[in-house]
């Protein structure tokens, strides 16, 4: 049984900072033409923590008593997004990250006022650190993707592109934890049910779309992508459930087509995407008959990525 809502998502609409809502999207005819197909762009990134997980963070905060402290593990995203929500009501926010956590990720989170916390290599283990500090600290434990909030804040992302009649064939979401995947993928399924829903996730980082394809959690020993922002190794079970009611398909791509995929968004649409945020142009490029001539959507979800890295992999 799916543990999502939508009149909960829709009433999450109005704890969410109006920063966060109601996000350009626009079909990008010069990018559809280099992809063969009609190319609908939601772009996430123009708000104060440059991606879509304010409106989760908010949906979160919003529920919580005064006087409450929260932690949470992050790769960087979330854990901007968590400290500019708890900035706005005075909650104090730790956020744990694993030495590898991308430096520009860091920095950000600490201006926006939260405490980080170095913990082993990857999120994983950043995981295991910030479920220790809650528990010892008595904080609040935001997990991203099992804390159902952070899937239905998410989730508000489809009500935008859809409630007003889009005509779309196929939704093509990036998949990490899987609150975007499986909250804006159950939107799809209830107010367009025809529209193909398919997750996306770097096949250095394939733990959640193994699991999906296989109907149980399947974990990984390594992550090796550039795509930070969906990199982990053990999926939830709960989410996995989720995201076996609402996905029609689970495809991975290559660090080749995600960097393609991050050229092409700079190319034809004047966007900075971090490389979770190319992943749906990256699909298309790798199937370019499976989309061709189809109306597709896909959510631009965050842009924080370092300069010299973008850089790099956009010129190749």
Request: net charge negative.
């Amino acid at each position: 049984m799916v543990r999502l809502d939508l009149d909960r998502i829709r009433g999450a609409v109005a704890a969410i900072d109006p920063v966060f809502l109601d996000s350009p999207q626009y079909d990008c005819a010069p990018l559809g033409d280099a992809l063969g197909c009609s190319m609908t762009l939601k772009v996430e990134t123009l708000n104060p923590v440059r991606s879509f997980k304010g409106r989760g963070t908010e949906t979160v905060m919003a529920s919580l008593s005064n006087g409450a402290a929260v932690v949470c593990a992050s790769a960087g995203n979330l854990g901007q997004a968590l400290a500019y929500s708890g900035a706005r009501r005075g909650i104090p926010v730790t956020v744990v990250a694993g030495r590898s956590t991308n430096p520009l990720k860091v920095e950000r989170m600490k201006a926006l006022g939260a405490t980080v916390r170095l913990a082993g290599e990857d999120i994983e283990d950043a995981r295991v650190a910030a479920r220790e500090i809650a528990e010892s600290g008595g904080a609040y434990l935001v997990e991203d993707s099992l804390d159902l909030a952070t899937c239905e804040g998410a989730a508000t992302i489809g009500l935008e592109l859809l409630e007003p009649g889009e005509d779309v064939d196929a939704l093509v979401i990036a998949l990490g934890g899987g609150a975007l995947a499986s909250g804006v993928g159950y939107v799809a399924k209830s107010l367009a049910p025809g529209v193909e829903v398919i997750a996306v996730q770097p096949e250095g980082a394939p733990a959640m779309a193994l699991s999906w394809r296989s109907g149980r959690v399947v974990e990984t020993e390594t992550i090796d992508t550039i795509a930070d922002g969906v990199a982990g190794r053990c999926p939830i079970p709960e989410v996995l459930d989720d995201l076996l009611a609402v996905l029609d398909d689970a495809a991975l791509v290559s660090e080749d087509s995600i960097k393609a995929g991050m050229r092409l968004l700079y190319r034809h649409a004047g966007l900075v995407a971090e490389p979770s945020a190319a992943l749906g142009v990256a699909t298309v490029l790798e199937d370019p008959g499976r989309f061709a001539g189809r109306r597709v959507a896909t959510i631009v979800c965050g842009s924080n990525v370092v300069s010299s890295d973008f850089e790099r992999w956009v010129a190749a």
